[in-house]
Structure formats: C-alpha cells, structure tokens
C-alpha cells in the first residue's frame, strides 16, 4: 500500500532563517505531488506541484521554492523566512494517470511552522 | 478559474442525526470532479467521497453522499448518522481544468461541524 512521509511535524523558526521541509512516497512509481498551504482557521492554497523528477509549477508568487530531486521527493524550501510564512504544510500525492480531475489526492500528516 | 464557496458557520449536530454541508462551486470546464475531505484536529486531510461531473448517479460511500445538482452548481454533503468522530473541518474542494493526469484541487474555506451526543 502506499505511504506518504513528511517532516518534521512541527518547526519553530525566527524570521530570516532558512526552511526545508521533506515529503517522500512510498509504495507507487511516478505519483504527481503537491505542495499546499493552510493559514489558521483558512482553506488549503496550493503552492508548487510537480508532474515528475526536476518538473516543477509554481501557482503562487511567494518566499518558497520547491524542488523534486527523486521521483518520490518533495521538498519545500525557503532562503529567508517571512512571519507570513507561518502555517500548516501540507504534502499530496496522486498518481499520474487517471480519468481528468478523477484522482484523488493523498494527504501527508502535515508540518506545522511558526516563524517568530 | 474554479472557484469553491462553502459559507456555513459553525454547525452543532445532535449524535445520530444527519447533517447537511453545503458547497457551491463555479468553472468552465466541461469536466471536473468534486471532492470532500475531512480535517480532525490532528490537521490531516482524509478523502471521504468523489463526484465526477458527468456522473449520472449521486456518489455514495458509507455514512457520506454527495448531492450532487450540475445546474445549480452545488455539492453537497450529506453525513447520516453523525457519530462524535465526525466533529472535524470539512472542505469542498475541485479538481482543476481536467487536464489529464495532472490533479490540481481548489479547496473551499471549510464548515466546523461538532457532533454532541
């Protein structure tokens, strides 16, 4: 069955320090992944998604990047963070295949940042 | 763009009763699919059911139907039997211009529901 990994769950960072958060896959080859954001008490924003190794779109403009350096990795990142960086990550997978707008997405556990 | 309204406040259900969240969403694709997911307060995000647009028959898994009204725009969830278990956030949300093998999902802001018993 497959699994998905992130980390780590919770991360207290002060404003202007790097962030790197991690999602791995297991158990499907060539998922789709997703990057969201959830501000408190707010819906989820989707950030970067990826449809394979080194592929990346962004639908944000904002302070983070994302990079795929495997096909079953996702990492969030951020050079300097912003106070407004503060929020709920979510990572997803999908598979790749499906019937349009048929596929479901699954969520990891979350990682709760807080930048002070 | 897709666009997911969910404008409920907070909503109180007696144990055992059925309730009623209420989506409405707006795009112009000929195909999409709709989605609901529910949020505990451990924060993560759990699939409860799927609707494709051209569905014939309202989606149904378990405890959870979606009511689903093509004209009016509407996606509805209905939860029977509400169970303490299910007081959670839960969001509508929309698949994104059904391009193929790409899975985009606008969320709507979400319905508070607290089950009592």
């Known amino acids: 069955s497959q699994t998905i990994h992130q980390w780590p769950a919770t991360l207290v960072q002060p404003v202007g320090s790097p962030l790197s958060l991690e999602c791995t896959v297991e158990?499907?080859?060539?998922?789709?992944l997703y990057w969201y954001r959830q501000a408190a008490g707010r819906g989820l924003q989707l950030l970067f998604y990826?449809?394979?190794?080194?592929?990346i779109s962004s639908e944000v403009p904002q302070n983070l990047s994302a990079s795929r350096p495997q096909d079953r990795q996702f990492i969030l990142s951020s050079k300097k963070l912003l106070l407004s960086d503060s929020g709920f990550y979510l990572c997803?997978?999908?598979?790749?295949?499906?019937?349009?707008?048929?596929?479901?997405?699954?969520f990891g556990a979350g990682s709760r940042l807080t930048v002070l | 763009a897709q666009k997911i309204t969910q404008t409920q406040p907070g909503m109180f259900v007696q144990e055992k009763e059925a309730v009623t969240l209420d989506c409405t969403y707006d795009?112009?694709?000929?195909?999409?699919?709709l989605f609901w997911y529910k949020q505990p307060s451990s924060g993560e995000m759990i699939f409860l059911i799927y609707?494709?647009?051209?569905?014939?028959q309202n989606a149904t898994e378990g405890r959870y139907s979606l009511n689903f009204q093509k004209a009016r725009k509407s996606a509805n969830l209905v939860i029977s039997a509400s169970q303490l278990g299910d007081s959670a956030m839960y969001f509508c949300?929309?698949?994104?211009?059904?391009?193929?093998?790409?899975?985009?999902?606008?969320f709507g802001k979400g319905n508070q529901v607290v089950v009592i018993p």
């Open positions: 795009t112009s694709d000929p195909s999409y699919g």
């Open positions: 949300a929309m698949s994104s211009d059904g391009v193929y093998g790409n899975n985009r999902l606008a």
């Open positions: 609707q494709g647009s051209y569905d014939q």
């Open positions: 158990g499907t080859s060539n998922p789709n």
């Open positions: 997803a997978w999908s598979v790749r295949q499906g019937l349009p707008g048929a596929n479901v997405l699954t």
């Open positions: 990826s449809v394979g190794i080194g592929q």
